[in-house]
Structure formats: C-alpha cells, structure tokens
C-alpha cells in the first residue's frame, strides 16, 4: 500500500483513467458490432449508416489513446471493404 499521498492520490487517478478507458473501448465495440450485424444482415444501407457512426468513434479512440491508430484504420479499411462487397 502506497504511503504518500502523492502515490495515494496517483492510485484513484489511475484506477478511474483506467474505468473511463475500458468504457471507451466498450463503446467502441459496440459501434463496430454494430456494423458487423448489419454486414451479416446483408442490408447495404443499414450497414453503411452503422460504419457512418462508428468511425468516429474509432478515430476518438486513437484521439484518446484507447487504441492504436493503425488498428483503428486497419477495422475502417476492413469493414468498409466488407459493405463494398454487399450486393445492392
């Protein structure tokens, strides 16, 4: 256990920094998940408003640092080639 309040103080910070991540994170997850339940619906449409709304909650993501900036392009770059290659 850390004895300086200065550490004490660097414990909660760290500990509510990582809850307010790992719900960043999630909700980026939700937004790709999503897109992916409309790619496998096969609705073009649905699909393309989904990818709309969560690629700016990917790039969020890289702007927070929640993640890496080249997985966020790398999942854009994937599921937009996946609704391109929806028939319709």
Known sequence: MANHPSAQKRIRRNAHR???NRMRVNR??????????????????????AFTS??????????KGVIHRN?????????????KSLAG
Not at 28 to 49: M, P, Y
Not at 71 to 83: G, V
């Open 54 to 63: 969560a690629v700016p909650e990917l790039m969020r993501g890289v702007n």
């Open 71 to 83: 997985k966020a392009a790398r999942k854009i770059s994937r599921l937009s080639a996946r609704i």
């Open 18 to 20: 990582a809850m307010i």
């Open 28 to 49: 980026i997850r939700t937004f790709v998940r999503k897109v992916e339940a409309a790619i496998t619906t096969g609705d073009k449409t649905q699909a393309r408003e």
